[in-house]
């Protein structure tokens, strides 16, 4: 055999692509997604497994190897491998919190606290203040959230609303706590500082949570119960007294997340101390077996488990009983772990094609003002969301890309970190096909198509951000910093 037959063929050479080929994969993987999930009803993860194969296919044109694109989407995987176990745990603090009796005594607390027309804008407040303490917003939906939402359902109060109130609570917190990782992502991403950020912020965001707390009024003003409303509260109030057996004590596990917030311990181990106090309390005071707490903790808690619990006939339970109780477990978290790792791996695939990079700097040569910058890094982050669905990722793309060009204009970095927190991490919870959107809507039991409408705090600020930038208020200035040598534009092929 010759050294010819043995050689291994040459790499093929790179090309840089023109502008039709560096937004035809994210044009694609839109229509994709888009009808795939809209129109058609299809599975997201499939959806994105194709907008992969199909990105690769213009990457391999492109001249990327397969090895270059396993390196692109193991960077993006090790890169979100944290938040990946986080969503675990949270299955599992879900499961062993209902099993614990945490989560139903909440909710009765609520039911007999709460009149209709206050629940929506309590929605709101409560895991504000939350989410601002603990910083998470996937955090505060899980656990707050799911009481909030079992509350609101059993008033008989419309639940994609007040998924809507819970998202945009949450969200707040995500954005103005400083223990939240994007709120520290931001800065670091634009060159401000964390402090700084936050009080930027109160520019846009505190004038959007007003308006939204407006808004939950009135539309929670409208919400009356029906005329069986009274009957199904006291029913759903029935089964969880009878079924568990409340006391102070059943606290503990919420107390264990936020102590650990305040004390800015990791999320992870916090987490999995606040279920395994759960499940110690369930077993103590509800008087369930190892194996089911084991199983909440696993699959999530089911009302089967109540059977023989206070008289409880789980074949008899309501609606609103089996939707509030059948919840948890870290493998209700599997779709949206598999949303997860599609959408990273299409992320890395286009990272390496250097298709953004064509369209980032085809944008920034269009843009003169100070409105149009503001604009155009808005349009990034949602873009970077619509087609990468991942937070850190609306946050990471555009700062990189706008970070210089901020100063040159005379623009303070706290400008960009603000825009980048009002655009990219608020969006991604209402793109159905992001791992976000399939968290809160598996966690709340609410499409995300239904509760989206009703996230105001996610659409008010990023509109107030382009309103600052057109009008240039609460617009920081600085001296124009001028970058000593200018990057020529890419060859297109």
Request: charged share 10%; hydrophobic share 50%; glycine share 12%.
């Amino acid at each position: 055999m010759t050294d010819s037959s043995t050689a291994a063929a040459p790499p093929r050479e790179r090309r840089t692509p023109g502008l039709l080929v560096a937004a035809l994969p994210v044009v694609l993987m839109l229509i994709v997604m888009i009808a795939g999930t809209v129109w058609l009803g299809l599975d997201p993860v499939v959806l994105l497994v194709a907008s992969c194969a199909v990105t690769g296919l213009i990457a391999r044109w492109l001249g990327v190897t397969w090895d270059e694109m396993l390196t692109g989407i193991r960077s993006k995987i090790d890169a979100a491998m944290p938040a990946l176990l986080i969503l675990i745990s949270i299955g599992m603090l879900i499961g062993t919190w209902t099993l614990s009796g945490t989560i139903p005594m909440i909710v009765d607390w609520g039911l007999k606290a709460i009149q209709p027309s206050w629940i929506v804008v309590l929605s709101f407040l409560i895991t504000m203040v939350v989410s601002t303490v603990t910083g998470t917003s996937w955090g505060s939906v899980g656990t707050v959230g799911v009481a909030l939402i079992g509350v609101a359902g059993g008033l008989g109060v419309s639940l994609p609303m007040t998924a809507g109130a819970i998202i945009s609570g949450a969200y707040f917190g995500d954005k103005m706590s400083p223990m939240s990782d994007t709120t520290n992502l931001a800065p670091a991403v634009a060159g401000s500082s964390l402090f700084e950020h936050i009080r930027h912020l109160l520019y846009t965001t505190g004038p959007a949570a007003v308006l939204s707390c407006v808004l939950y009024f009135f539309l929670g003003r409208a919400q009356h119960a029906d005329g069986q409303a009274a009957r199904r509260t006291d029913a759903l109030r029935g089964v969880l007294e009878q079924g568990f057996h409340f006391n102070l004590l059943l606290l503990l596990p919420p107390a264990v997340v936020l102590v650990g917030a305040i004390a800015k311990k990791p999320p992870l181990p916090t987490i999995i101390v606040s279920s395994a106090v759960a499940g110690i309390l369930g077993g103590v005071f509800q008087g369930f077996s190892l194996q089911q707490i084991g199983s909440s903790a696993s699959t999530g808690f089911t009302v089967s488990m109540l059977s023989g619990h206070g008289g409880v006939d789980p074949q008899h339970l309501s609606a609103a009983a089996g939707t509030l109780l059948n919840r948890g477990g870290m493998a209700s978290m599997a779709s949206t772990m598999l949303i997860g790792l599609a959408g990273f791996a299409f992320a890395g695939i286009l990272t390496e094609t250097g298709c953004l990079d064509v369209l980032m700097h085809r944008l920034l040569a269009k843009v003169r003002r100070t409105g149009g910058i503001i604009l155009a890094t808005a349009l990034t982050s949602v873009g970077t969301a619509l087609s990468m669905g991942v937070s850190y990722l609306t946050i990471i793309v555009p700062g990189q890309a706008f970070r210089d060009i901020y100063p040159e204009r005379g623009l303070a970095p706290k400008n960009l970190s603000r825009t980048l927190e009002d655009s990219g991490t608020v969006f991604v919870p209402l793109v159905p096909w992001t791992e976000a959107a399939t968290y809160m809507s598996t966690t709340l039991g609410v499409a995300t198509m239904a509760y989206a409408p009703y996230a105001f705090l996610n659409y008010f600020g990023v509109i107030i951000a382009v309103i600052c930038g057109y009008t240039g208020f609460g617009i920081a200035r600085q001296e124009p910093v001028r970058r000593t040598a200018v990057e020529p534009a890419p060859a297109a092929v």
